[in-house]
């Protein structure tokens, strides 16, 4: 006799020894079932489709209700895609400004590809966001329906409507997909290509399943993790299919991930010199001071790991995710992991591939801001295994009856906390849209009427300023400009003297910035006189912050200023008579690294950020040194004394260094009195220590590691013989 709780095991078990069968030849032919999928009408799919089709569309009502009419982009980032797409379409792939070199600050390389073709088949001007934005919310729908069967594939037809429909009404989903972003198409991508693998696992053929990772390879970084992760269940698939003698390995076709990470990254070295693309030079922390420490980066990579933990675990102030929905995710992700014995590879690969996107997003500063859009386009599989999840703790009970409405009465309450917040995100959509508006697409507008046809912009918010200013722009913060993200991450200094020292007709007429992060502050500009002491235009933040007082922008205020270049290169001329053999101009990346500089902090995480200072007629930019620093002298005469002349701002209790070249010390350098005001200080090195044409010199503490520290500021540093 059978009992119910025999029957419920058996159809728990059902698809494994389903799959354990003997394949047929209509299932053996590759990509069939995959086909016939995509061919078969199923109502719930095309439901689950509609309902997301249909709330985000009334997003994007929300959105224009908030800009009386207009369709406006809640991130300045949209607009950074939207000049890709414009000037791919127009014929000038990857140049932001026309003209320029290739830069790679649109973080998804396929969605630049996208709206190029939309562009070039007619969508401009207004229709151009509209079609951005459209296009998203229609992939957010596929990807519902997709979710509905993938769950149903892996567990139950109940489980993928269930996984269907939350993904349908979810906010952040729903806001990602009408924000413009490529959100919606990372998510079909990463969806679809999970449910490619299911369906074609069976056969042991991976047609379609190789080619669409691959495209999610291109389309955002974190999509690039999860094809590789998605490549590497694949050829564990073939490898077992091969030792049990089943099929032969195919050819190369299953790598085609890896071969798509691969021409990205020399794409990337090609086009600009290196590998690292321009985002993550800009925001990564890796990258994104002035000095690298370890320590330092394990912190802060922490922090967001915890923050992003939080918010997938409900366990903060956003609405992103139910309480402990992260510990219903894990039960799901192992219960199918126990008892799915054929989709093990891919459910590894889910796993770590969510694991390894949550870490590598983390290593940016970016990571937790723009309602964590990094993470949005994995919320559909993270929901569905949520929901298998909840199907999991509901076996526990005996009776069938008792399991079935357990899990949907687990699940109804699930669908109220989505519920409950949908509005909000709505709200949200709507409100940063305005904000957007009434800050970096008015600056635009502003300038486009207001500037000279030939007037170069530098700007801290690159997107709207250049899709609507119609001027050519500088990004101080180096996403779309090559080369200044890391005079940027450095400080105002070496910002400086990255832009002064670039051809008089290209260095920029005006700026439009404001003061806050990211990027280097820009008020020493205007105290040094390089920027006017009054904006010439002034726009405030009006849109009103959230019940938190959070806006989606961090200032306060745009300021358009005009540019003067007078004094610019003022600083290297040499404060005292003799023969200057050499020059290190401190803050100068390029300088410091013809000079081996390096600033040696005595406190780890102590930056030695540059900074930008005028006194009397010169413009100088410097480093804030605790501790010491060593660097190279060249082009010196062997046997001859030396003099060595820095421009030094002392204002520290210890003001004294030891002075070594090559590593042999040879006295003391006395930097001055204590004072508010740079000065010449000079320190001449014996003949005898003189012993090559290149030495190098280390300014050092007289008590190592105790406090007080020698505390100054070292503008440059003229070798004189």
């Known amino acids: 006799m059978t009992t119910t709780a025999d029957t419920d095991r058996q159809s728990e078990t059902a698809g494994d020894e389903t799959e354990s069968a003997p394949e047929s030849p209509r299932t053996a032919e590759p990509g069939r079932r995959f086909r016939t999928l995509l061919a078969r009408r199923d109502r719930l799919a095309w439901l689950i489709g509609g309902l997301s089709l249909v709330l ?8 224009m209700a908030y800009n009386q009419g207009n369709l406006v982009a809640p991130l300045d980032d949209v607009y950074i895609h939207l000049q890709y797409g414009k000037q791919l379409g127009e014929g000038h792939p990857f140049q932001y400004n026309t003209g320029d070199p290739i830069s790679t600050g649109a973080s998804s390389l396929l969605y630049a590809f996208v709206l190029g073709a939309a562009y070039v088949v007619g969508f401009k001007g207004a229709l151009f966001l509209t079609f951005a ?103 564990w698939t073939l490898w077992g299919a091969r030792r049990e003698r089943k099929v032969p390995l195919p050819a190369l076709w299953t790598l085609l991930p890896l071969a798509a990470t691969a021409a990205q990254y020399l794409f990337y070295r090609l086009a600009t010199g290196t590998f690292t693309a321009n985002g993550v030079q800009s925001k990564s922390h890796l990258n994104d001071r002035p000095v690298f420490y370890l320590g330092q980066f394990i912190d802060r990579t922490v922090a967001n790991i915890r923050g992003a933990v939080d918010y ?31 989709w093990r590879p891919l459910l590894l690969a889910v796993g770590l591939g969510f694991g390894a996107v949550v870490v590598s997003v983390s290593t940016l500063s970016t990571a937790l801001i723009h309602e964590l859009r990094y993470f949005h386009p994995f919320l559909p599989l993270y929901i569905l295994f949520t929901v298998c999840g909840v199907y999991a703790l509901t076996r526990v009970a ?32 709507g409100r940063e849209a305005a904000t957007i508006r009434d800050t970096d697409v008015s600056l635009g507008a502003w300038i486009d009427g207001n500037l000279p046809q030939d007037a170069i912009v530098a700007v801290k918010d690159v997107g709207a300023v250049a899709y609507f200013g119609n001027r050519k722009v500088i990004d101080t913060i180096g996403l779309a400009t090559n080369g200044l993200a890391e005079a940027s991450n450095n400080g105002t200094g070496s910002l400086y003297e990255a832009l002064r020292k670039l051809p008089p007709g290209e260095r920029p007429d005006y700026f439009a910035i ?70 290190l101009n401190a803050g100068d990346l390029e300088s410091e690294e013809a000079h081996d500089y390096e600033a040696r902090m005595e406190q780890p995480s102590l930056q030695p950020n540059s900074l930008l200072r005028r006194q009397d007629d010169v413009i100088d930019s410097g480093r804030v040194i605790v501790g010491g620093e060593a660097f190279t002298a060249h082009n010196l005469q062997p046997g001859k004394p030396l003099k060595i002349t820095g421009r030094i701002l002392a204002p520290g209790e210890e003001r004294s ?35 090559a044409s290149t030495v190098s010199v280390e300014l050092a503490p007289v008590r190592p590691m105790l406090s007080p520290y020698p505390e100054y500021t070292s503008f440059g540093y003229w070798f004189i013989q």
Not at 56 to 63: A, H, T
Not at 209 to 234: D, H, N, Q, Y
Not at 683 to 690: C, H, K, R
Request: some cysteine; glycine content about 12%.
């Open 56 to 63: 985000g569309g009334v997003f994007v009502v929300v959105d």
């Open 514 to 583: 404001y003061e806050p992060q990211p990027g280097a502050p820009m008020r020493p500009l205007v105290d040094a006189g390089i920027l006017g002491p009054e904006p010439l235009q002034t726009l405030p933040v009006r849109a009103p912050a959230d019940l938190t007082g959070f806006r989606i922008v961090p200032f306060e205020d745009l300021k358009v200023y005009e540019a003067h270049w007078q004094l610019a290169g003022s600083g290297e001329a040499c404060p005292v008579p003799g023969d200057v053999r050499d020059y």
């Open 312 to 342: 997938f675990n409900g366990m903060n102030g956003q609405d992103f995710a139910f309480p402990g929905m992260l510990v219903v995710f894990l039960v799901g992700l192992a219960y199918l992991l126990v008892t799915r014995r054929r």
């Open 133 to 235: 934005v459209l296009f998203g919310v229609l992939c957010m729908a596929i990807t519902a329906g997709l979710v509905y069967h993938l769950g149903r594939a892996l567990v139950s037809r109940a489980v993928g409507v269930w996984a269907g429909v939350l993904v349908a009404v979810s906010g952040p989903l729903l806001w990602g997909a009408a924000s413009g972003m490529e959100v919606g198409l990372t998510s079909l991508l990463v969806t679809g290509s999970v449910l490619a693998f299911v369906k074609e696992r069976p056969s042991i053929r991976f047609r379609w399943t190789p080619l669409i990772a691959a495209a999610m390879a291109l389309v955002r970084p974190e999509g690039m993790i999860f094809a590789i992760m998605l490549c590497g269940a694949m050829l």
């Open 657 to 691: 260094v030891r002075v070594l070249v090559d590593g042999r010390e040879v006295g003391v350098w006395q930097l001055g009195p204590k004072r508010d005001r740079w000065t010449n200080e000079s320190f001449t090195v014996p003949g005898d220590a003189i012993t």
């Open 398 to 429: 005996f009776a069938e009856r008792a399991r079935r409405i357990g899990m949907h009465v687990l699940l109804v309450v699930v669908l109220l906390f989505s519920l409950v917040a949908l509005p909000t995100w709505g709200v949200r959509l």
